[in-house]
């Protein structure tokens, strides 16, 4: 079964950084496609960040793009998002999420349950 664990959200004002960690177990973690999905309060889904099964690519959407940095640790089945210059947009929700299929960039199967980040002074 497929299990991820987020965490690292938190309160922190406008322009500081914060970590977000998800733990993962229940798949060949180094052959999946990751990703970093997030929803602000009262909005829809996000997608936010991917990165490929062997941590050399990642790819960002174009509000978090220079800001947000996503990178994996295949030996302990961990993804990380590193925020900087955070902005009080970037209040949601983030959830770590894993595809279907191995190696696919779609078809988002498993989700965590999520962290809460709030940027607020």
């Known amino acids: 079964e497929v299990q991820v664990v987020e965490s690292g959200g938190g309160l922190v004002q406008p322009g500081r950084s914060l970590t977000l960690s998800c733990a993962a177990s229940?798949?060949?973690?180094?052959?999946?496609?990751l990703n970093w999905v997030r929803q602000a309060p009262g909005k829809g889904l996000e997608w936010v960040s991917a990165?490929?099964?062997?941590?050399?690519?990642?790819v960002y959407a174009d509000t978090v793009k220079g800001r947000f940095t996503i990178s994996r640790d295949n030996y302990k089945s961990t993804l990380s998002l590193q925020m900087n210059d955070l902005k009080p947009e970037d209040t949601a929700i983030y959830y770590c999420?894993?595809?279907?299929?191995?190696?696919?960039?779609?078809?988002?199967?498993?989700w965590g349950q999520g962290t809460q980040v709030t940027v607020s002074s």
């Open positions: 229940g798949f060949i973690f180094n052959r999946y496609n």
């Open positions: 999420v894993v595809p279907t299929t191995s190696h696919s960039w779609v078809g988002f199967g498993s």
């Open positions: 990165i490929d099964s062997g941590g050399g690519t990642s």
